[in-house]
């Protein structure tokens, strides 16, 4: 058995670049900047943030859905899986990249900074005007996930 599952809470890096493929397909992609908290250590050493940037992919729904909301500077919350790929550059240089392929994105922070509230069923997404501004965690998923046990 094994897992690649990731899930990350981060803040957007730039607006994302949404490309149509063949038949219509979106798919965006943008850098996610994650920063763990410095720290003092007992012996007043100081310990500056850490901050890691990852590369998210969004196909579909989700890709569209980050067109529409996605801003530079917004924070959401990522969840998907790793995977690597190669490919050669202009000098023929193999290069690798490690992406996020995301299967869930969920829009953080307070109302008032999102332009609106996504819904999502399979088949199609509405957004509804906010009305006040208490913190909202709206979740986007590309599964349905109604059948579930609990």
Same mark, same amino acid.
């Given at each position: /058995? !094994?897992?690649?599952?990731?899930? *990350?809470? $981060? ?9 149509? +493929? ?15 908290? $410095?720290? #003092? /250590?007992?012996?007043?050493? %100081?310990?500056?943030?850490?901050t ?5 992919? +969004?196909?579909?729904? *989700?890709?569209?859905?980050? &067109? =529409?909301?996605?801003?530079?500077? !917004? %924070?959401?919350?990522?969840?998907? =899986? ?5 490919? &050669?550059? =202009? #000098?023929g240089?193999?290069r690798?990249? #490690? &992406? ?6 969920? *829009?953080?922070? =307070?109302?008032?900074? %999102? !332009?609106?509230?996504?819904?999502? #069923?399979?088949? !199609? ?17 590309? &599964? ?7």
């Amino acid at each position: /058995m !094994s897992v690649n599952k990731v899930i *990350l809470i $981060g803040n957007v890096g730039k607006d994302p670049d949404v490309r149509y +493929l063949e038949k219509n397909v979106a798919v965006a992609n943008f850098p996610l900047a994650t920063t763990e908290k $410095g720290y #003092t /250590m007992a012996n007043g050493t %100081q310990v500056p943030d850490k901050t890691e940037w990852h590369n998210i992919v +969004l196909w579909r729904n *989700l890709a569209e859905i980050a &067109e =529409k909301y996605v801003r530079k500077g !917004s %924070q959401i919350f990522i969840e998907g =899986k790793i995977k690597t790929r190669s490919y &050669e550059d =202009k #000098t023929g240089t193999k290069r690798y990249i #490690t &992406e996020i392929y995301a299967e869930n994105i969920q *829009l953080l922070g =307070k109302r008032e900074q %999102q !332009s609106g509230e996504i819904q999502t #069923t399979p088949n !199609s997404v509405t957004a509804t005007p906010i009305v006040n501004a208490e913190p909202a965690a709206t979740n986007i998923s590309e &599964e349905n996930n109604d059948d579930l046990p609990f």
